[in-house]
C-alpha cells in the first residue's frame, strides 16, 4: 500500500475508474447480445432498433476510451453484418 497521500489517492480513484469501466463494458455486452438475439429470433425491427442502441453504447464505450478503436469498429461491423445478412 502507498505512504504518500498523493498516492493513497491515486490508488482509490484508480479503483473508482476501474469499477466505472467494468460497468460500461458489462452494458456494451449486454446491448451486443439483445442485437444477436433479436437476430436468432428473426425479428428484423427489433434487431434493427437494438442495433441502433447498441451502437451508441458501442461509440460512448470508445469515447471514454474503454474500447479501442478497432475493437469498436469491429464490434459494430459484426453486427451491423449480422442485422443486414436477415432474409
Given at each position: 500500500m502507498a505512504n504518500i497521500k498523493s498516492a493513497k489517492?491515486?490508488?482509490?480513484?484508480?479503483?473508482?475508474?476501474?469499477e466505472r469501466n467494468k460497468a460500461i463494458r458489462s452494458e456494451v455486452k449486454t446491448y451486443i447480445k439483445k442485437v444477436y438475439a433479436a437476430v436468432e429470433a428473426g425479428d428484423k425491427a427489433a434487431a434493427q432498433e437494438a442495433l441502433r442502441r447498441a451502437q451508441k453504447k458501442v461509440a460512448m464505450a470508445h469515447s471514454k476510451?474503454?474500447?479501442?478503436?478497432?475493437?469498436?469498429?469491429?464490434?459494430?461491423?459484426?453486427?451491423?453484418?449480422?442485422v443486414s445478412a436477415m432474409a
Open positions: 489517492k491515486r490508488v482509490l480513484i484508480g479503483n473508482d475508474r476501474n476510451g474503454i474500447l479501442k478503436a478497432n475493437n469498436a469498429s469491429r464490434k459494430v461491423a459484426h453486427m451491423s453484418k449480422a
